[in-house]
């Protein structure tokens, strides 16, 4: 800071923290050390709905409560696959269906939330502003719009209604656009004009994309012009991802947001927020945003970051460049509750944070509802939560007085203090009734959803009923949009588009994720999934490997052939990282290519290069705990199972296999079977009749047996005799084996699940009843609908069959 000034100190912050935490590294950044260089992965999540928000209501507000999803006659659900990702409120949904109640899914592939789906539109990637400029438009010419209240409430309609007839005349236009058909887009016009009570849900579809902040108001536009905003059952709602995304927005952990809802374009906010730290050093002005933030270290003006709860050189795009980055970085400073993450490679202190059960504090959800995390794991070793770990270096560099918290508490009523601050009533954001909690009132504090503008103030389920906005004028406005579309199309013929996700059992960068054997059962390896048509046109075969290739960045995965893809687009998830596959960073895929007004990247439309992963011979190894991580093959893959590691091998000619399966098996084997013409080979290692190690290899892939029967021979113990016999066929066929495994919770596989139906377990309830499946968490029921479906086209098919039989 003395030789390079405060600018040259950056903190790249986290959803993932507490609010807590959050508001004491805020504070120690943008206050005391006076680096407005704090940002936050929040960036990468919700930045684009926060833009929307305040470029719509003139603060960052979601006007909604999770009871309007259920009230809604028609749900719209764009770009959020709230069965994998929120199957809490997927629950909710599914129990408020009703004759009456309809939902639009707009998603360009089919994922487990279509299930829901009474219409899907699976648009061309990145046209949802030009399907909601199209709505406005139809509105206005079918007389839907709600003149009386636009008239009361709303600034900028003429100039919105203008480009939308411009960018999205018609019906025919917006299918042409959209890649539709006129007929669905017609249906989803009049049941949204028809229906009053309308949300229209929004995640990373429409948040990640070089048009997301622009997508946002295009929705909003159109509930602005209805008047459905903080009404029972009728609002826009930005479903928020990471459990306290909305916490971070409220401490103002954003690089352009000061503190509790205030701003560095107002000077009274400026001065306010001064004051109230009694800080010494209030940075002047917005800072750098994450991607340009990483730019910056990587041109080496930043001297010092630190790294809180995230894994960049994971999320970021372009992540070759952001490892640079954090190679050159004089120092980087990691706080992780995980030793080795891809960023922890690059610390130079590394700090033990406390994780999840081992701290205390507070959360926000998407409906403004702040709740009590509390700990009930004790701090191991030198471990210590966030907040903690920041106050103590607040106080080495002297801020003493400013950062002398002692419990969590502490900070919390401090924040509560500035949201209230000479508020009166100008910033929705307001805790005050929350101000002089207790220790204990802290500690048994309910869910309580803000602003609670006075002590006894009640909570307010719904903001902006009444039409009154937090702009200076009190009114909304609607934003005139134009198209913009992705930065980058796929050339025909030779890429495809890349789209990013989740999937149902990992968690974003899978460094907790992974170390959970039952949650790695549902996919324990990267892949891509592809229409079948480009499986032909790229010489890509289901269950081989495959891989994507941009530039000198390669992505390599298990092809799963999916009618639910558009053509020309491929999916991959985005949980691998360096730690647990070769090359299955699905970031490396993707340009820093960003919002201009959110700055958040395009994450969700990349594009590379398909084809066929050609590999000599495939392996499967299973090797007991504490084997060395990295096998030097082209590809691999491991997954962590109860009693050992299963991994996935492929790779080119070996000279020496002797040599190579002795290090991979941790000595020589006992037991060896090998038939070189059919390149086949297999060994295990043993030692007092336990397993240690068995290797399986073929030329082929998917001649390899799946190993759930291996896995339970290192549960084993001893190998009996039956056992050591079947070792090096990897199963035995006299015993029944599930299959791929459906339900997490309860462990119910695929065969297990067709064997019950066959018995007549035909529907989802009564296969819940008897074999507990999809009874718990509820995110596998998608795919249980799926098996039920394909067994009903199944016999729909064999039974028509037999009727042709004679002839
Ligand atoms: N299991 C699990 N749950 C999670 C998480 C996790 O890692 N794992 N992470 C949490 C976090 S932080 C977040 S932010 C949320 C994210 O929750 P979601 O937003 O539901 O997550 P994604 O799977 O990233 O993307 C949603 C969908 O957007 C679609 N999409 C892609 N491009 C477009 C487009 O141009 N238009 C439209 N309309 N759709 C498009 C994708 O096909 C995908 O199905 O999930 C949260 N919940
Ligand atoms: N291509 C593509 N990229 C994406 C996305 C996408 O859909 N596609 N989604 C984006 C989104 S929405 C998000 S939210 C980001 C998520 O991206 P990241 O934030 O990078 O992902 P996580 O794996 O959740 O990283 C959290 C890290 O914090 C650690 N951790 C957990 N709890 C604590 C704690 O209490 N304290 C500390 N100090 N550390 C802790 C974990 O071990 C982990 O290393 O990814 C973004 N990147
Ligand atoms: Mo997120």
Same mark, same amino acid.
């Given at each position: ?38 940002? %936050? ?53 599914? @129990? ?25 539109? $699976? ?27 636009? /008239? ?21 236009? +917006?299918?042409?656009?959209?890649? !539709? ?16 009570? %309308? ?26 012009? %209805? ?9 826009? #709602? ?20 000061? @503190?509790?809802?205030?701003?560095? /374009? ?22 750098? $945003? ?55 490679? #690059? ?182 999934? +592809?229409?079948?048509?480009?499986? %032909? ?45 070769? =090359? ?40 007991? $705990? ?34 190579? +399966? ?28 336990? !397993?240690? @190690? ?41 015993? =029944? ?20 139906? $066959? ?49």
């Amino acid at each position: 800071m003395e030789n390079h000034g405060p600018g040259s100190v950056a903190f790249y912050l986290s959803g993932q923290l507490l609010t807590e935490d959050y508001y004491v590294a805020n504070k120690l950044a943008k206050g005391f050390i006076g680096t407005p260089h704090v940002d %936050t992965n929040s960036r990468l999540c919700m930045s684009s709905a926060v833009a929307a928000h305040k470029r719509a209501f003139g603060a960052d507000i979601v006007p909604g409560c999770y009871e309007d999803l259920e009230l809604a006659d028609l749900l719209v659900l764009a770009g959020s696959n709230t069965a994998w990702n929120h199957p809490i409120l997927y629950q909710r949904m599914q @129990a408020a269906a009703r004759q009456d109640r309809r939902v639009t899914v707009i998603d360009p592939r089919t994922a487990a939330t279509t299930d829901l789906a009474d219409l899907h539109l $699976k648009l061309r990637p990145g046209t949802d502003s030009i399907l909601f400029n199209g709505l406005l438009a139809w509105l206005a010419d079918n007389k839907a719009l709600n003149s009386q209240y636009v /008239e009361r409430h709303c600034d900028g309609l003429d100039s919105t209604l203008a480009a939308a007839r411009e960018a999205a005349p018609d019906v025919a236009s +917006v299918a042409q656009q959209c890649d !539709l058909a006129e007929q669905d887009v017609a249906t989803f016009f009049q049941w949204f004009a028809a229906t009053p009570r %309308t949300v229209t849900a929004f995640s990373q579809g429409i948040n990640q994309s070089v048009a997301g902040t622009d997508k946002g108001n295009a929705i909003i536009n159109c509930h602005l012009a %209805t008047g459905r905003v903080g009404l029972p059952g009728a609002s826009p #709602f930005s479903l928020t991802g990471q459990p306290n995304a909305m916490g971070g927005r409220e401490v103002g952990g954003l690089a352009n947001t000061l @503190a509790a809802h205030m701003d560095y /374009e107002s000077g009274a906010d400026r001065h306010r927020v001064r004051r109230f730290w009694q800080a010494p050093n209030l940075a002047r002005g917005p800072g750098l $945003k994450a991607v340009d933030m990483f730019e910056a270290v990587h041109r080496g003006d930043i001297k010092v970051l630190w790294i809180m709860a995230t894994n960049p050189a994971v999320s970021l795009p372009e992540t070759a460049r952001v490892r640079e980055a954090l190679a050159r970085c004089p120092t980087v400073i990691v706080s992780d509750c995980v030793p080795e993450t891809d960023t922890t490679a #690059f610390a130079d202190i590394l700090l033990p944070a406390a994780g999840w059960g081992e701290k205390d504090g507070t959360v926000t959800n998407s409906e403004r509802c702040i709740s009590r995390q509390r700990q009930f794991l004790p701090l191991p070793g030198d471990v210590r939560p966030d907040w903690w770990l920041v106050s103590a270096v607040g106080r080495r560099l002297g801020y003493t007085a400013a950062f002398d918290y002692r419990s969590p508490a502490d900070v919390f009523r401090e924040h509560a203090r500035l949201s209230a601050f000479e508020n009166e009533g100008r910033r929705l954001f307001n805790l005050t009734g929350l101000t002089d909690l207790s220790d204990t009132q802290y500690q048994d504090l309910e869910p309580t959803q803000w602003p609670l503008s006075g002590a006894s103030s009640r909570p307010v389920a719904r903001l902006f009923s009444d039409g009154r906005f937090s702009t200076s004028n009190g009114r909304a406005r609607l934003v005139p949009i134009r198209t913009i579309l992705p930065s980058r199309q796929a050339d025909a013929g030779s890429s495809l588009v890349v789209n990013t996700g989740r999937i149902r059992d990992q968690w974003h960068t899978m460094t907790r994720t992974a170390r959970s054997p039952r949650l790695l059962q549902h996919r324990d390896e990267p892949f891509l999934e +592809v229409h079948p048509e480009d499986l %032909t046109r790229y010489g890509l075969v289901e269950g081989e490997l495959g891989q994507l290739i941009r530039g000198s960045n390669r992505f390599v995965g298990r092809v799963r052939s999916s009618t639910g893809q558009r053509p020309g687009e491929v999916f991959v998830p985005i949980h691998w990282n360096g730690q647990f596959a070769s =090359d299955a960073i699905a970031n490396a895929l993707l340009e820093p290519v960003t919002d201009p007004v959110s700055g958040q990247p395009e994450s969700k439309h990349g594009h590379a290069s398909p084809g066929p992963f050609t590999a000599h011979w495939h392996g499967r190894l299973l090797t007991i $705990k504490g084997q060395p991580r990295h096998w030097r093959t082209d590809y691999w893959s491991q997954a962590p199972l109860e009693s050992c590691v299963s991994w996935h091998l492929a790779g080119g000619k070996i000279r020496d296999w002797p040599a190579q +399966v002795s290090l991979w098996l941790g000595g020589e084997p006992q037991l060896v079977m090998a038939d070189p013409a059919r390149g086949v080979f297999r060994a295990a290692r043993l030692q007092s009749d336990r !397993l240690e @190690a068995v290797l399986l290899v073929d030329a082929q892939a998917n001649r390899l047996p799946d190993i759930v029967w291996l896995a339970g021979c290192f549960a084993a113990g001893a190998l009996d005799e039956n056992r050591r016999r079947h070792l090096l066929a990897g199963r035995d066929v006299a015993l =029944d084996d599930i299959g791929p495994v459906i339900c997490s919770c309860f462990g119910v596989g695929q065969r297990q699940i067709e064997a019950a139906m $066959k018995a007549g377990y035909r529907d989802v309830a009564s296969l819940g009843r008897q074999l507990h499946c999809g009874t718990n968490c509820g995110s596998c029921v998608p795919e249980l609908r799926e098996l039920l479906e394909s067994d009903r086209v199944e016999s729909d098919r064999v039974e028509g069959g037999m009727a042709l039989a004679p002839e």
